[in-house]
Structures are given as structure tokens and as C-alpha cells.
């Protein structure tokens, strides 16, 4: 049943998962962190998926899918994250299971494929994926797994990503479970970490959580701690091996960017091993900033403390010229952001108020209630907040909210182009560095570049409102015939533009914006 929400028309069933801005201090009326709704085509991925984008930058490890060759299709290798090294996680293998497999079982198929591709690749660890084909006949992964790791005398590890199962937050802590598996214990026992105390090590160290090294976004991050005198020992999982995972229990302090997908395993280590976590952001100056202090300021060393400063006058005057640029070029528009976890939204939401920016529609597809509350107080009034959106509604949110950018994921690229919205890619698809102060002038420049471009002074947006049509024929809108003989406005006749893409169907309607 279809009734108005008073934002967007949806499923009754999806109205409470779409509101405003709440005033501080009241709750949001916000339904989320559910299972997506059948029928509803959410944008939120499985949990096979959510695991993969945590494991797949390991780049020495083999990944081996147990289920039919289309789940091995969502793989690392056609994104954006950078190895330095050995990039063995560039291939996707698979157990390509059949029907024949679905009856008999597919194990001895799994233990096969494990001896095949460890006599091959020589791995240092190897992470064998289960589907939804396997939940749903039984096999025995962990027996497998078990059996092949004594035989290999490497860690086999079974990652327990059925896709029917949950959501993509499930996927993470099925991934993190697998990555407790090979931190180990560090060789001197120390009973509590502190700050400032740093038993038997030269240099305080950390580690980064939850940072993938998109398009080689750790490299612009981590010179920055090496400045302050602090040593990264590992970055899970972006351009993380085998052996920097097994000493991350080695660390002082544990630096979480993606919340979602680490605050588990930071936790775990945190019990484990008694390494606190501080949850961080490396996107925008404002979130640098902070980041730098707060690590600054656990340590609790005053030279320390003095070395951030520098590093962070040096480089915002360094950048700041051209943000300024930026900024009086975009200042004033209008973005949209949908992304998967709640922490890159609530970075963005600064990183657009640098640049003179206002966010007019934000959303996300595992966020939890505290975050959509915090999401809540840092956005203007109006501001409309959704949780795992489909494409209709995100569509028409575009329209209603009248916006210059929307910035997103690859598969909402395409609803924003035919909408004539401007686009920016902030997920792991990018080949683009987006952290670090060099990250954000790229953003900067990505903005600009998008909402500038004068391919949209050709291109005028379109809502999805049927009624639109019959007042355009009350008005008596002359109509020309398209070369697949669909109506369309008069208006676009002369454009130099191909008329199959600007030419309405009979559900749509043009509306003259620009």
C-alpha cells in the first residue's frame, strides 16, 4: 500500500524510517538498524558483503568464496583500496558450487579448493567465505577449516557470512571474529596500558581501525603520526598483511575511523588486552584536528602536543588557499549524503560546513539510533535523515530537497546523473585519496568539479510524479515525438544533448530546474 509521509511517497511499512531533524535533547523518531524490507530493493548490501569489505584488503591472504561463482563477483579487486606490497587479495576464488553440490554437499569441493590454492599461492593465512547456499545445506566449514589448517600449518579461518542471515553490520563482526583469530599475544606481558607508559618500547604505538586504504587514503594519514613520534603498527585492514595483524595486540592505543565495522574488535581488544580506543575521523581539517589532539593528548606528552600543533598550522595554511578557492565556488549549495556506516555521514556533515556547504538530506544503511541522534543535532533544520533507503525514495528526496550533490556509493550514482544532480563518489569504488589535508583538497576539487560542470546547463532535473504529466497537458505544453516515440517536453528540442536520455517516460515528468 502506497500513503504519503509527508516527505516522500513510500511503502507504509518504510514510513518510520524517514524524518527530520529533531531539536536537541528529543529522541528521533527514526526506525533502523532492522533487516531490510522485502520487497522494498534496499540499497544496504548483505552480510557476505559486509565481511569481504572488511577482510578483502588483508592483500596476502587468499579468499576463498564456498557458494556459486556470483557471490565471488563482490570482490575487492574492482575498488579502490592500494597495497604496497604483495597483492594476493586481487583475486577472488571460488568453490563454484553446482547443483549437484547443493545435493551431495560441497566440503570435499571446500578441501580441494584449499589444498589447490595453498600449494599454488604459498598464503600466510587463508579466509574461506560461507554463503547463503551454505547456510541453507549444512556443510561443516569450521570442520574443513580446522582439517586444512593442521594439514597447511597455516591459519584456514572460516568467516560465517551467510547473506540471509542479517545485515551488513552482521558481516563485519563475522570478519572481525575471523581477525581475533590472528592478533596474538605480545611476547612481554604488560598488565594495563596507560598513558604516557610504554614498557620496553621506544615509541608509543597504535593502530587504525576500520581504515581501508581507499585509493591510498593511509599514506596521507599515517606520516602524520610518524611526525608526532608515534609508530603505526598495523591499519586493519588497509594494506595490512598477515604478520601486522598478529602483532596489533602490541599497540597502546587503538585509533577507530569506521566505527561500524571496528568498534567490535576494538572492544575485544580492549578486554583482551587492555588497549583502549578512541573513535577518530581523518577526513576534513576540523576532524584531523581533532584526531591528532586526541592521540596527542592520551599520551599525555607535552613535546607531543606541540609537534601536533605545528604539523597542523603547517599544513592547513599549505591547503588553506585552495579550499578557499573551492569554497567561493560551491558555497551556498545543496548535498545530499547516503552512506553505509553512520561515522563517514557525521564526517561529511563537517567537511561540507567547511566548504560553506548545507546538507539537506543525509542517510545511512546500518546506522543505529545514538547515531542518527548525533546525526540529528548536527544538521540544520529540515534537514530529512533516512535509514537504508530504497532508489524511489532517494530519488524523489533529491527533487523535493532541491539538491546540487549528492555523495554516495557507486550504485546511487546513477539515480543522481538521471536526475541531473551532481555526483561525488565517497565509498570504496573511488581511486581518489579523500583523507589526510592533500585527501580533502581532492574532495574539494571533486566538488567543484561536479557541481561546476556545465554538462548540467544542458541537463534539467525530472520528478517521478505521474500527476506532473496532466498539468503540463492542462497547460497546453506543446509535445514533440522522441526517436522511440515517447512524448517529450518542447523545451528540450534543441538541446545538443542525446534526447533518449532527457525524453520522460508516461510515469515521469519534467520540471524546469536547473
Same mark, same amino acid.
Given at each position: 500500500?502506497?500513503?504519503?509521509?509527508?516527505?516522500?511517497?513510500?511503502?507504509?511499512?518504510?514510513?518510520?524510517?524517514?524524518?527530520?531533524?529533531?531539536?536537541?535533547?528529543?529522541?528521533?523518531?527514526?526506525?533502523?538498524?532492522?533487516?531490510?524490507?522485502?520487497?522494498?530493493?534496499?540499497?544496504?548490501?548483505?552480510?557476505?558483503?559486509?565481511?569481504?569489505?572488511?577482510?578483502?584488503?588483508?592483500?596476502?591472504?587468499?579468499?576463498?568464496?564456498?557458494?556459486?561463482?556470483?557471490?565471488?563477483?563482490?570482490?575487492?579487486?574492482?575498488?579502490?583500496?592500494?597495497?604496497?606490497?604483495?597483492?594476493?587479495?586481487?583475486?577472488?576464488?571460488?568453490?563454484?558450487?553446482?547443483?549437484?553440490?547443493?545435493?551431495?554437499?560441497?566440503?570435499?569441493?571446500?578441501?580441494?579448493?584449499?589444498?589447490?590454492?595453498?600449494?599454488?599461492?604459498?598464503?600466510?593465512?587463508?579466509?574461506? +567465505?560461507? =554463503?547463503?547456499?551454505?547456510?541453507? *545445506?549444512? $556443510?561443516?566449514?569450521?570442520?574443513?577449516? &580446522? /582439517? !586444512?589448517?593442521?594439514?597447511?600449518?597455516?591459519?584456514?579461518?572460516?568467516?560465517?557470512?551467510?547473506?540471509?542471515?542479517?545485515?551488513?553490520?552482521?558481516?563485519?563482526?563475522?570478519?572481525?571474529?575471523?581477525?581475533?583469530?590472528?592478533?596474538?599475544?605480545?611476547?612481554?606481558?604488560?598488565?594495563?596500558?596507560?598513558?604516557?607508559?610504554?614498557?620496553?618500547?621506544?615509541?608509543?604505538?597504535?593502530?587504525?581501525?576500520?581504515?581501508?586504504?581507499?585509493?591510498?587514503?593511509?599514506?596521507?594519514?599515517?606520516?602524520?603520526?610518524?611526525?608526532?613520534?608515534?609508530?603505526?603498527?598495523?591499519?586493519?585492514?588497509?594494506?595490512?598483511?598477515?604478520?601486522?595483524?598478529?602483532?596489533?595486540?602490541?599497540?597502546?592505543?587503538?585509533?577507530?575511523?569506521?566505527?561500524?565495522?571496528?568498534?567490535?574488535?576494538?572492544?575485544?581488544?580492549?578486554?583482551?588486552?587492555?588497549?583502549? +580506543?578512541? =573513535?577518530?575521523?581523518?577526513?576534513? *581539517?576540523? $576532524?584531523?584536528?581533532?584526531?591528532?589532539? &586526541? /592521540? !596527542?593528548?592520551?599520551?599525555?606528552?607535552?613535546?607531543?602536543?606541540?609537534?601536533?600543533?605545528?604539523?597542523?598550522?603547517?599544513?592547513?595554511?599549505?591547503?588553506?588557499?585552495?579550499?578557499?578557492?573551492?569554497?567561493?565556488?560551491?558555497?551556498?549549495?545543496?548535498?545530499?549524503?547516503?552512506?553505509?556506516?553512520?561515522?563517514?555521514?557525521?564526517?561529511?556533515?563537517?567537511?561540507?560546513?567547511?566548504?560553506?556547504?548545507?546538507?539537506?538530506?543525509?542517510?545511512?544503511?546500518?546506522?543505529?539510533?545514538?547515531?542518527?541522534?548525533?546525526?540529528?543535532?548536527?544538521?540544520?533544520?529540515?534537514?530529512?535523515?533516512?535509514?537504508?533507503?530504497?532508489?524511489?525514495?532517494?530519488?524523489?528526496?533529491?527533487?523535493?530537497?532541491?539538491?546540487?550533490?549528492?555523495?554516495?556509493?557507486?550504485?546511487?550514482?546513477?539515480?543522481?546523473?538521471?536526475?541531473?544532480?551532481?555526483?561525488?563518489?565517497?565509498?570504496?569504488?573511488?581511486?581518489?585519496?579523500?583523507?589526510?589535508?592533500?585527501?580533502?583538497?581532492?574532495? !574539494?576539487?571533486?566538488?567543484?568539479?561536479?557541481?561546476?560542470?556545465?554538462?548540467?546547463?544542458?541537463?534539467?532535473?525530472?520528478?517521478?510524479?505521474?500527476?506532473?504529466?496532466?498539468?503540463?497537458?492542462?497547460?497546453?505544453?506543446?509535445?514533440?515525438?522522441?526517436?522511440?516515440?515517447?512524448?517529450?517536453?518542447?523545451?528540450?528540442?534543441?538541446?545538443?544533448?542525446?534526447?533518449?536520455?532527457?525524453?520522460?517516460?508516461?510515469?515521469?515528468?519534467?520540471?524546469?530546474?536547473?
Amino acid at each position: 500500500m502506497i500513503e504519503k509521509t509527508g516527505i516522500v511517497d513510500t511503502l507504509e511499512e518504510r514510513q518510520p524510517y524517514i524524518t527530520r531533524k529533531q531539536e536537541k535533547g528529543q529522541v528521533i523518531p527514526l526506525a533502523c538498524d532492522n533487516n531490510s524490507l522485502a520487497g522494498a530493493i534496499s540499497q544496504r548490501a548483505c552480510v557476505y558483503s559486509g565481511a569481504r569489505v572488511v577482510l578483502n584488503p588483508v592483500t596476502d591472504a587468499v579468499h576463498l568464496v564456498h557458494g556459486p561463482i556470483g557471490c565471488a563477483g563482490y570482490t575487492w579487486d574492482i575498488r579502490g583500496a592500494k597495497s604496497s606490497g604483495i597483492e594476493t587479495n586481487r583475486s577472488s576464488f571460488s568453490t563454484d558450487m553446482k547443483e549437484i553440490d547443493v545435493v551431495f554437499g560441497g566440503e570435499k569441493k571446500l578441501s580441494n579448493a584449499i589444498d589447490e590454492l595453498v600449494g599454488i599461492y604459498h598464503p600466510p593465512v587463508v579466509f574461506v +567465505y560461507s =554463503t547463503c547456499i551454505v547456510g541453507i *545445506i549444512g $556443510d561443516d566449514l569450521d570442520s574443513v577449516c &580446522k /582439517t !586444512a589448517s593442521k594439514k597447511h600449518n597455516i591459519p584456514v579461518l572460516p568467516v560465517k557470512s551467510e547473506g540471509f542471515k542479517g545485515n551488513k553490520s552482521d558481516g563485519y563482526k563475522a570478519a572481525c571474529d575471523a581477525l581475533k583469530q590472528l592478533i596474538k599475544k605480545p611476547e612481554k606481558k604488560v598488565a594495563e596500558k596507560k598513558p604516557g607508559v610504554n614498557p620496553g618500547f621506544k615509541k608509543p604505538r597504535i593502530n587504525i581501525l576500520g581504515d581501508f586504504n581507499v585509493a591510498g587514503d593511509v599514506w596521507l594519514v599515517k606520516p602524520l603520526f610518524e611526525q608526532m613520534g608515534i609508530e603505526v603498527i598495523v591499519s586493519m585492514t588497509g594494506d595490512s598483511t598477515a604478520k601486522s595483524i598478529s602483532r596489533a595486540a602490541e599497540a597502546d592505543l587503538n585509533l577507530v575511523q569506521c566505527s561500524g565495522s571496528m568498534t567490535y574488535l576494538a572492544k575485544w581488544m580492549q578486554q583482551e588486552y587492555g588497549i583502549p +580506543y578512541l =573513535t577518530v575521523s581523518f577526513f576534513g *581539517i576540523e $576532524d584531523i584536528s581533532i584526531a591528532l589532539r &586526541k /592521540t !596527542a593528548e592520551y599520551f599525555g606528552s607535552e613535546e607531543m602536543k606541540n609537534q601536533a600543533e605545528e604539523i597542523l598550522k603547517a599544513e592547513t595554511d599549505r591547503i588553506m588557499p585552495e579550499i578557499s578557492r573551492v569554497r567561493e565556488r560551491v558555497k551556498g549549495k545543496k548535498a545530499a549524503i547516503y552512506m553505509g556506516g553512520p561515522a563517514k555521514a557525521l564526517t561529511l556533515i563537517k567537511g561540507f560546513s567547511e566548504l560553506g556547504m548545507e546538507v539537506v538530506i543525509i542517510g545511512t544503511q546500518t546506522g543505529k539510533k545514538e547515531d542518527y541522534e548525533q546525526i540529528s543535532y548536527s544538521v540544520r533544520d529540515g534537514t530529512v535523515i533516512v535509514d537504508d533507503a530504497n532508489p524511489l525514495e532517494l530519488a524523489e528526496l533529491l527533487v523535493k530537497q532541491k539538491t546540487d550533490l549528492m555523495v554516495a556509493g557507486v550504485k546511487e550514482r546513477f539515480i543522481a546523473y538521471k536526475l541531473g544532480v551532481a555526483f561525488c563518489d565517497f565509498n570504496h569504488d573511488r581511486v581518489v585519496e579523500f583523507e589526510g589535508f592533500d585527501g580533502f583538497v581532492n574532495f !574539494a576539487r571533486e566538488v567543484d568539479a561536479s557541481i561546476n560542470s556545465p554538462v548540467w546547463k544542458a541537463v534539467r532535473q525530472r520528478t517521478l510524479k505521474p500527476e506532473a504529466v496532466e498539468s503540463e497537458k492542462a497547460a497546453g505544453k506543446e509535445n514533440i515525438e522522441n526517436i522511440s516515440g515517447k512524448p517529450c517536453a518542447k523545451e528540450y528540442k534543441d538541446m545538443a544533448v542525446d534526447p533518449e536520455f532527457l525524453c520522460h517516460n508516461q510515469d515521469a515528468a519534467v520540471e524546469s530546474q536547473v
